[in-house]
C-alpha cells in the first residue's frame, strides 16, 4: 500500500471535497476502507428490515390477533411505504442535505422505530393478552393503543429504511473516482461486494433470525435488529474523516414539474411553427453548463409550450426563471420519460405478486407441516431463503447459459434486451400464481380429508415444501424482472436524470405493494359472506384470490407486450435524427450499476 501513495500523493478530485470541505486527497480520502464503512451500514441495515419485514405476518396474527387480511394489508403497507419513502429520501439527499447526512439522519430514525418496536413486545401492556388454552378461536385482539404504538414502530423503520437506501449505494461510488482506471475497476467490485453483504443480510434475516423471534422470543429478535442497525449506525459515522463528498446536484423531479408547470402557465400562449425558435441550449451564456442537446419531437406538444420565449428577452442569456422558461431540451428529457409510462405501469403487478411471498404464503406454511425429521421444525417465514436462493441461483445460470444462447438466436451481443427480462419476469410471475392456487387446493383437500377445517391452529399432514414452487417460481421471475427493469431505466433515462431511472424503479416496488393492499381489501369486503380471505385459511378460499392475481397478471401481460413492440429504445430513435449520445463517461458507473441486479429479497436502491 505504501508503495501506491506517491502515485496519488498531492493530487486532488476536482470534483470531491473531504470532510472539512476541501478538494479530495485520494491518499486520504475514499477508496476501500471508506467503502467498507458503507457496506457495513448497508448489511445491517439488511439484516434489521429484513428482520423485521418477512417475520411480521406472523406476529400481526399469532401476537397482535389481527385477521389474515388485516395483517397482510399491514405487511404490504408498511413494505410500500418503505419503497415509496426512498423517493423521498432521494429528493432530499439530492436537493437539500446530502448523502452522508441523509444516510446518518434517516439510519438514527430507523434505529428510534425499531427500538420502539422491541420494547412493544417487551412490555405486556402494549401487546394484547395471549389466547386461552380452551379457547384457540376466539382471542382478544390488540386495542387502537397497542396497534397506534406498533404502527408508529413500523412507519418511523420504514422512513428510516427509504431515507437510508435513497443514498447508501450510491454515495459508496461516490468514493471512488471514475475519471481513475485504477478506482474505476474498484468501483465494479464495490458493488460486486455490496450485492454479497445484501445477500448475507437477507439471508440471516430470513434464517437465523426467524428461528430467534418464533423460538426464543420476538424481543429478542427485535432487539438484535435495533443492536445491529445501531452498530451500523456507529460504524458509518466512524468513517466520516475518510468519505468524499460531491456536490448537491438537484432532483429530476424538480425538472420534470418545472416543464409541466411552465407549459402550464403558457398554454394559451401558440407554439411557432418553426422549433428552432423555442427556447433551448444554445441560448444559454457560455459560462454556464450546458446539457447534450436533444432533437425536437412532435409528440406531447403541449410541453414544447414550456420552451416559448419571451419576444422581449435577449439572443443569449445567463440566467432564467425554470418555472416559467425551459430548454427545448429539458421538455425533451421530460418527454423521454413520459415514453417510458406505458411500461412503468405495466410492470407494477409483478411486485404485487411478489408481495404475496410475505403475506398469504407464508400464512400458508403456518398450517402445514414444516418438520425436518422428528425435531426440527422451519420457521413459516424462512421459506424465504429458497426465494432468495432461486435469485442467486438464476445470476450465473443467466450468464453461462441463456446469454449465450440468446446471442445465437436473437443476435444481440447482451443476450436478452431489458423489454425481453421484464417479460419473462411477468411470465414467470403468472405461472408462480397459478402453482399457488394449485397448492392451495391441495391444502385444503388435506384439511377436509382429516376433518381439520374448523380448526385454524391445526396442523395439516402436507409438507411445506409443497410451496416452494411458488416461492422459487417468484424468485426466478424477480431476478429477470429487476435487472430488465434497471437496465431498461438505466438505459433510457435522460443522462442529466440518471437518479430518475431508481425513482421510476422503485416506485414500481412500491405501488405493487400498494396495489396488493388494495386487492386485498376489495376481494375481502366483496367476498365477505362466503370470504376468500378468511381468517381461517381453512374455512376461506384462497386460492381463488391466486387465480384472479393469474389471470391479471396474464391479462397484463398481453397488453405489456403491445407497448414492449411499439417502444423504440432512446438511442435507436436518436440514431435515426443523427444524433450521438455523449454517454460514454456515464457507461462504466451504469455496468456497475447493473452488478446491484438482485439485492435479496426487499431490495431498495437509489443510485
Given at each position: 500500500?505504501?508503495?501506491?501513495?506517491?502515485?496519488?500523493?498531492?493530487?486532488?478530485?476536482?470534483?470531491?471535497?473531504?470532510?472539512?470541505?476541501?478538494?479530495?486527497?485520494?491518499?486520504?480520502?475514499?477508496?476501500?476502507?471508506?467503502?467498507?464503512?458503507?457496506?457495513?451500514?448497508?448489511?445491517?441495515?439488511?439484516?434489521?428490515?429484513?428482520?423485521?419485514?418477512?417475520?411480521l405476518v406472523t406476529y400481526l396474527k399469532g401476537v397482535m390477533h389481527l385477521g389474515n387480511a388485516a395483517s397482510a394489508n399491514t405487511v404490504t403497507n408498511f413494505m410500500g411505504t418503505s419503497f415509496m419513502l426512498c423517493l423521498l429520501g432521494g429528493f432530499v439527499a439530492d436537493s437539500f442535505l446530502g448523502r452522508y447526512w441523509t444516510i446518518a439522519i434517516f439510519t438514527a430514525v430507523q434505529a428510534m422505530g425499531v427500538t420502539i418496536l422491541t420494547?412493544?413486545?417487551?412490555?405486556?401492556?402494549?401487546?394484547?393478552?395471549?389466547?386461552?388454552?380452551?379457547?384457540?378461536?376466539?382471542?382478544?385482539?390488540?386495542?387502537?393503543?397497542?396497534?397506534?404504538v406498533l404502527q408508529l414502530a413500523l412507519y418511523m423503520t420504514a422512513l428510516g429504511t427509504g431515507g437510508l437506501k435513497s443514498?447508501?449505494?450510491?454515495?459508496?461510488?461516490?468514493?471512488?473516482?471514475?475519471?481513475?482506471k485504477k478506482e474505476r475497476t474498484q468501483m465494479l467490485k464495490f458493488f460486486n461486494w455490496f450485492f454479497f453483504f445484501i445477500s448475507i443480510g437477507s439471508l440471516c434475516a430470513a434464517t437465523i433470525l426467524v428461528y430467534i423471534q418464533d423460538n426464543v422470543g420476538r424481543k429478542?429478535?427485535?432487539?438484535?435488529?435495533?443492536?445491529?442497525?445501531?452498530?451500523?449506525?456507529?460504524?458509518?459515522?466512524?468513517?466520516?474523516?475518510?468519505?468524499?463528498?460531491?456536490?448537491?446536484m438537484g432532483s429530476p423531479l424538480t425538472q420534470i414539474a418545472a416543464v409541466y408547470v411552465a407549459a402550464w402557465r403558457k398554454r394559451r400562449l401558440e407554439l411557432p411553427s418553426d422549433s428552432s425558435l423555442l427556447f433551448n441550449v444554445d441560448d444559454v451564456a457560455a459560462g454556464s453548463k450546458k446539457k447534450q442537446k436533444l432533437p425536437h419531437t412532435k409528440e406531447f406538444r403541449f410541453l414544447d409550450k414550456a420552451a416559448i420565449r419571451d419576444p422581449e428577452m435577449p439572443a443569449i442569456v445567463s440566467k432564467v426563471n425554470r418555472w416559467y422558461l425551459c430548454t427545448l431540451t429539458d421538455v425533451e428529457e421530460v418527454k423521454l420519460v413520459q415514453r417510458m409510462l406505458p411500461i412503468w405501469v405495466t410492470t407494477i403487478i409483478f411486485w404485487t405478486i411478489y408481495a404475496q411471498m410475505t403475506t398469504f404464503s407464508v400464512s400458508q406454511a403456518t398450517t402445514m407441516d414444516r418438520h425436518i425429521g422428528r425435531s426440527f421444525e422451519i420457521p413459516a417465514a424462512s421459506l424465504n431463503s429458497f426465494f432468495i436462493g432461486s435469485i442467486l441461483l438464476t445470476i450465473p445460470i443467466y450468464d453461462r447459459i441463456i446469454v449465450p444462447i440468446a446471442r445465437k438466436v436473437l443476435h444481440n451481443p447482451h443476450g436478452l434486451t431489458p423489454l425481453q427480462r421484464i417479460g419473462v419476469g411477468l411470465v414467470f410471475s403468472t405461472l408462480a400464481m397459478v402453482a399457488a392456487a394449485l397448492t392451495e387446493i391441495k391444502r385444503l383437500h388435506f384439511a377436509q380429508s382429516y376433518g381439520l377445517v374448523n380448526d385454524p391452529n391445526a396442523q395439516i399432514p402436507l409438507t411445506v415444501f409443497w410451496l416452494i414452487p411458488q416461492f422459487l417460481l417468484v424468485g426466478l421471475g424477480e431476478a429477470f424482472m429487476y435487472m430488465g427493469q434497471l437496465n431498461y431505466f438505466l438505459r433510457e433515462c435522460p443522462k442529466g436524470m440518471k437518479t430518475m431511472s431508481t425513482g421510476l424503479f422503485l416506485s414500481t416496488i412500491s405501488l405493487g405493494f400498494f396495489l396488493s393492499s388494495i386487492f386485498v381489501t376489495i376481494v375481502h369486503k366483496v367476498t365477505s359472506k362466503k370470504p376468500w380471505l378468511a381468517d381461517n385459511l381453512n374455512q376461506g378460499k384462497l386460492y381463488n384470490f391466486y387465480w384472479l392475481l393469474a389471470i391479471m397478471s396474464g391479462l397484463n401481460f398481453f397488453v405489456y407486450l403491445v407497448f414492449a413492440r411499439q417502444y423504440v429504445y432512446k438511442d435507436k430513435r436518436l440514431a435515426e435524427e443523427a444524433y450521438e449520445l455523449e454517454e460514454e463517461s456515464a457507461m462504466p458507473k451504469l455496468q456497475a450499476r447493473l452488478q446491484t441486479f438482485s439485492h435479496g429479497v426487499f431490495k431498495c436502491t437509489y443510485c
Open positions: 500500500m505504501a508503495d501506491q501513495l506517491p502515485e496519488t500523493q498531492g493530487k486532488e478530485i476536482s470534483d470531491a471535497w473531504d470532510h472539512k470541505g476541501h478538494p479530495a486527497d485520494p491518499s486520504k480520502t475514499g477508496g476501500w476502507i471508506s467503502a467498507a464503512m458503507i457496506l457495513g451500514v448497508e448489511a445491517c441495515e439488511r439484516l434489521t428490515t429484513l428482520g423485521i419485514a418477512v417475520n420494547v412493544s413486545t417487551t412490555i405486556p401492556n402494549l401487546r394484547p393478552p395471549g389466547c386461552s388454552s380452551d379457547n384457540t378461536t376466539t382471542c382478544t385482539p390488540a386495542t387502537t393503543t397497542q396497534l397506534g443514498s447508501v449505494s450510491g454515495f459508496g461510488s461516490d468514493q471512488f473516482d471514475e475519471t481513475n429478542w429478535g427485535y432487539g438484535i435488529c435495533a443492536c445491529a442497525i445501531v452498530v451500523g449506525l456507529l460504524l458509518f459515522v466512524a468513517g466520516t474523516k475518510r468519505y468524499r463528498f460531491k456536490k448537491l
